[in-house]
């Protein structure tokens, strides 16, 4: 069966430091998400993504944030310079049609 | 604003036995999805169980049934016959059209289940 997945699973970095976050959805989606999860908290949507253009944002999603889909496949969430409160599991999230998305594994930020 | 409240923040059932974990939402949308997902400690999203707002029907997935009380804006989750497996944390979904008809998700806080021996 297809699934997102997401790499690297766990990412440390300092503060300051610019991270990319990779994510593969399935092949034949053509919307794209990313969600925060600070631990122990619930999952915050950050940005929508359709045809190749960011379709909604959320108010975290400032301009320290960027998300790219490069060749057709990757789907990218980039943070120029982290702080301490990124630190969370990032989701990636695709969809084909108006029901569930379908979530990736996460990756681990964690900044120090 | 769409709002998902999970009122339990932990709940434990013994296996085998039924448990029901509740939620909330608020909206002035007529037609959404509501869903459950859950999140073992490896901390994958998986879904549960799906719920369309047009359908009456209440929707089951073999031990997993919601009660979904449209008027009351209601959507509880029934384990039935609870197996140590489904020890996890629960989050209630709710999908809204978005500003730009992006369908994202609102989720409530979650409930951690627990199933006992």
């Known amino acids: 069966e297809p699934e997102v997945t997401q790499t690297p699973s766990h990412q440390v970095t300092q503060m300051g430091q610019e991270v990319i976050l990779r994510c593969v959805p399935i092949?034949?989606?053509?919307?794209f998400y990313w969600y925060r999860q600070i631990l122990g908290q619930k999952v915050e949507f950050l940005v929508s993504?359709?045809?190749?253009?960011?379709?909604?944002k959320s108010e975290i999603f400032d301009d320290q944030f960027s998300v790219e889909r490069p060749d057709g496949s990757n789907f990218t969430l980039k943070i120029r310079s982290t702080k301490l409160e990124d630190s969370a599991m990032y989701f990636c999230?695709?969809?084909?049609?108006?029901?569930?998305?379908?979530f990736g594994p996460g990756t681990r930020l964690t900044v120090t | 604003a769409q709002t998902v409240t999970q009122s339990q923040p932990e709940m434990s059932v013994q296996e085998a036995e039924t448990v029901t974990l509740s939620c909330t939402y608020d909206?002035?949308?007529?037609?959404?999805?509501l869903f459950w997902y859950k999140q073992p400690p490896s901390r994958q999203m998986i879904l549960v169980i799906r719920q369309e707002a047009y359908k009456q029907q209440n929707a089951t997935e073999n031990r997993f049934s919601v009660n979904f009380q449209k008027a009351a804006k209601s959507f509880s989750l029934k384990i039935s016959d609870s197996q140590l497996g489904d020890t996890a944390m629960y989050f209630c979904?709710?999908?809204?059209?978005?500003?730009?008809?992006?369908?994202?998700?609102?989720f409530g806080t979650g409930t951690r289940l627990k199933v006992l021996a």
């Open positions: 092949s034949n989606h053509l919307y």
């Open positions: 909206t002035s949308e007529n037609n959404y999805y």
């Open positions: 979904a709710f999908m809204t059209l978005g500003n730009s008809g992006t369908y994202k998700y609102i």
């Open positions: 993504f359709y045809n190749n253009e960011i379709s909604e």
């Open positions: 999230a695709s969809r084909l049609q108006v029901k569930e998305q379908y």
